[in-house]
């Protein structure tokens, strides 16, 4: 089966160079496609404290998926896990979700805080946050996620 998207819009302000950690602070915009959607296309997502963004690690290349068991960031003191317990761009269609803060809405151009993606990165699709749709009951997760991602959303040294 194959689903034919188009991007909706592009990160065109924030952070230019990718990397896996050190995302605190960043300030990114997004900027939609001016010549398929009206300015109202927005109206009342400014109400909404948080976004969830799909967007495509489109810096990537395709060469890079990989279906086996790895180890997260190649370090073997992390267990080798398969490719649906990451989150990373080796994924089958290379597609992310990020869940900003919205700090505001300026026409089709949106501030935002704490985006994971970089200038140029095509965005396919965007909603708000609804609380009541986040994750139901008690949270749990192995350890290594928690020693993975404890500089990701720091401020540069």
């Given at each position: 089966?194959v ?5 909706i819009?592009?990160?065109?302000e924030?952070?230019?160079e990718?990397a ?17 959607f ?5 109206r009342?997502?400014e109400?909404?404290?948080h ?24 370090n ?10 990451h989150?990373n761009?080796r ?13 505001k ?22 909603s708000?946050?609804?609380e ?23 401020h540069?040294?």
């Amino acid at each position: 089966m194959v689903l034919e998207i188009r991007a909706i819009g592009k990160v065109v302000e924030g952070r230019t160079e990718v990397a896996d950690d050190y995302w605190g602070g960043v300030e990114s915009v997004i900027q939609l496609d001016e010549g398929e959607f009206p300015p109202d296309a927005v109206r009342g997502l400014e109400e909404f404290s948080h976004l969830v963004v799909v967007w495509h690690f489109d810096q990537a290349s395709p060469d890079d998926v990989e279906y086996h068991a790895r180890s997260p960031r190649g370090n073997t003191r992390w267990p080798a896990t398969g490719t649906f317990a990451h989150r990373n761009h080796r994924r089958p269609n290379q597609l992310a979700q990020s869940f900003p803060r919205l700090v505001k809405a300026d026409g089709l151009r949106l501030h935002v805080a704490d985006l994971d993606a970089v200038v140029g990165t095509k965005i396919y699709d965007l909603s708000p946050y609804f609380e009541e749709m986040g994750p139901r009951g008690a949270l749990h997760q192995p350890a290594w996620p928690g020693e993975m991602l404890k500089d990701y959303w720091a401020h540069r040294p």
